[in-house]
């Protein structure tokens, strides 16, 4: 494996050393080189040089221009306006470092040389209970930032902080308990496990709470319950966790039917800190960071008042000695930095819990917990919305079943391959199993190509179309790069020719390939998944435009020129396929 340099990271080397050289006092200065559509690039930054040097901007670019070396990467430059270098990069050196990212199995991306470890909390459904809508952002963002980094050459630890505590389950507890036959299992694997666990779970929950409502001796003995499980009760944690085995099973389904991977080591949910609760109160305490207030252990802010210009706290412990979510948060920051030891933590929470953050994150730096050395950061996003605009709900005003989303997804996009798939021979077989890749991969791109803190629609007809910034017509145009391999002849296979000049449309889309380094570069600084999305969509358009305006196995250049473009078309599959992996989205080979 070689990481190849980008040409915009070469160009930016060369108009550096130029600045220097013309400047030597600014040997720090930057070129500010950009993509133009004026020329391949420009380079911006000698508007600033020339004010603090008190030269004439066009003068020095003219110098800058002189200093600049001639070789294999630089083509033409010229100097335009008050002094931008225009840049254009030699058709050779495009050719030749497509072909070294193509000869590298990473497509010549960089592997991080000191990586740390960065924990990345996403995907927290609550246990005996469904999934809906509102936990499809969580799972998927934490999906594609946790491959990206990856990828990037990190050390990442997932996890899944589940709900998995609380007084809700004393109710659920004493229920079985007193019925101990509602969670015995029926026949079934897989996905009809899954339906079967949550359709177990929900019944027990329903008449559960229906008897807490209706019964106060019930209600009596399931406050008891409670004070049993967090006591650490033989019997009590016993049934605890056959709710938890249950709701796991659920969750395995939802997540296979996402296509999404969640294994048990990674599930660390509210309980895992239990047994540091007390431990982080006292701490908190004996530091001074926390105080009494009203029987309640707080933490005060003087920048964070509610309405009445009264201080709102971060509440540890509640006046009844229960823990809230603040104290198990704090808890598995201490676990995170003290025994992960972890340089990154990344909450992917939706927006609602931001103000919940901010204050976890100055308390466990006030503690100790956090330092400098340490980066937290909550990824707010936003939320899914109906076609009225609003949350999305059921008509009854409920939020929708997670499933029932993902089965509409797949029943749509399997109608959209249908009628494509019939016309080029598709089998039944790859119809359905292309219908689920493009309709699960259509609810991940919307989700994806959507930036973090906003809402988006959750529109289904847009989302299965061939048309637009979508997965599916990112998907065709990897497709269709196979199929111009399975049509070539066997004397017909990629290689580069820097001899070769190119049109514009292959000199567009070898100068984006190229990028693919830096795009995935700006994910993993940024943790916006939304810049892959979008460059994959480019990357898709751009090759369209090559398709149509440039012949492959046709060439009229002869043999030489198909082979080049062969070249285009493997480096572009290889590298659409790759990104939208790292979405956690699948590439049907036909479509």
């Known amino acids: 494996m070689a990481s190849v340099p980008s040409l915009s990271a070469s160009l930016q080397q060369r108009v550096s050393a130029a600045l220097a050289a013309a400047v030597p006092s600014a040997a720090d200065a930057d070129p500010l080189l950009r993509r133009s559509d004026r020329a391949d690039f420009q380079a911006n930054g000698v508007l600033g040089l020339a004010k603090r040097a008190k030269a004439n ?33 030699a058709d050779a050196a495009i050719t030749g470092n497509l072909a070294a990212r193509a000869a590298d199995e990473r497509l010549g991306v960089p592997v991080k040389e000191h990586p740390g ?23 998927v963002i934490g999906d594609a930032i946790v491959k990206i980094l990856e990828f990037e050459g990190e050390h990442v630890v997932r996890r899944h902080h589940i709900g998995d505590w609380g007084t809700q389950f004393g109710m659920l507890i004493q229920y079985l308990l007193e019925h101990p036959h509602e969670l015995d299992h029926t026949e079934g694997a897989g996905a009809d496990a899954g339906l079967a666990s949550m359709s177990r779970l929900d019944r027990l929950y329903k008449a559960a709470r229906g008897l807490f409502d209706a019964d106060e001796e019930f209600k009596d003995r399931a406050r008891r319950r409670v004070v049993d499980l967090q006591a650490g009760d033989p019997e009590t944690l016993a049934t605890w966790q056959r709710f938890v085995d249950e709701s796991k099973t659920y969750f395995f389904s939802v997540y296979d039917k996402l296509d999404i991977q969640i294994v048990d080591e990674d599930i660390v949910g509210e309980s895992g800190y239990n047994d540091l609760l007390v431990e982080t109160c006292e701490l908190l305490e004996k530091a001074g960071v926390a105080v009494e207030s009203n ?14 210009g009264e201080p709102v706290p971060l509440i540890v412990r509640k006046s009844d000695g229960g823990f809230g ?4 948060d704090l808890s598995a920051i201490r676990n995170r930095t003290g025994d ?26 006030r503690a100790g917990w956090l330092t400098d050395e340490v980066v937290a950061r909550h990824l707010p996003f936003g939320t899914v919305l109906g076609p009225d605009g609003k949350p999305f709900k059921t008509r009854a005003g409920v939020s929708v079943r997670l499933e029932d989303l993902l089965d509409e997804a797949v ?15 598709l089998t039944e077989q790859e119809i359905t199993d292309n219908g689920r890749q493009v309709g699960i991969g259509a609810v991940k791109y919307a989700d994806l190509s959507t930036s973090l803190g906003r809402d988006y629609v959750f529109d289904l007809d847009r ?31 990629p290689a580069a020719h820097p001899e070769l000049a190119l049109e514009p449309a292959e000199r567009a889309l070898g100068l984006h390939l190229d990028a693919f380094g830096e795009a995935l570069e700006e994910v993993a600084q940024t943790y916006e998944p939304h810049r892959l999305a979008s460059y994959l969509f480019q990357l898709a358009s751009l090759f ?39 979405l956690g989205i699948r590439s049907p080979e036909r479509l």
């Open 117 to 139: 470890t960065t924990v990345v909390d996403y995907a927290q459904p609550n246990v005996a209970k469904e999934m809906h809508v509102g936990h499809l952002r969580s799972s």
């Open 325 to 328: 979510y603040a104290a198990t």
């Open 295 to 308: 029987g309640a252990l707080c933490v005060f802010f003087d920048d964070i008042k509610g309405k009445d």
């Open 411 to 425: 029943e749509r996009a399997t109608a959209v391959v249908r009628e494509k798939g019939e016309k080029i021979g």
């Open 57 to 89: 901007p066009r003068e020095l670019a003219a110098s800058v221009l002189a200093a600049l070396p001639a070789d294999d990467v630089v083509g033409e430059v010229e100097v335009s306006g008050p002094g931008f270098l225009n840049i254009t990069v």
């Open 340 to 365: 992960l030891h972890a340089d990154i933590l990344l909450y992917v929470v939706d927006v609602r819990q931001s103000l919940h953050f901010k204050m976890v994150f100055e308390t466990a730096r």
């Open 544 to 582: 369209t435009t090559f398709y149509e305006q440039c012949p492959v196995l046709t060439a009229d250049g002869g043999p030489a020129q198909v082979e080049n473009r062969l070249l285009l078309c493997e480096l572009t599959g290889r590298t659409l396929s790759k990104g939208l992996s790292l």
């Open 463 to 493: 989302m299965v179309s061939l048309n637009g910034d979508t997965s599916v017509y990112v998907q065709y145009a990897y497709a269709r790069t196979q199929s111009i391999f399975r049509k070539a002849g066997a004397d017909q296979r």
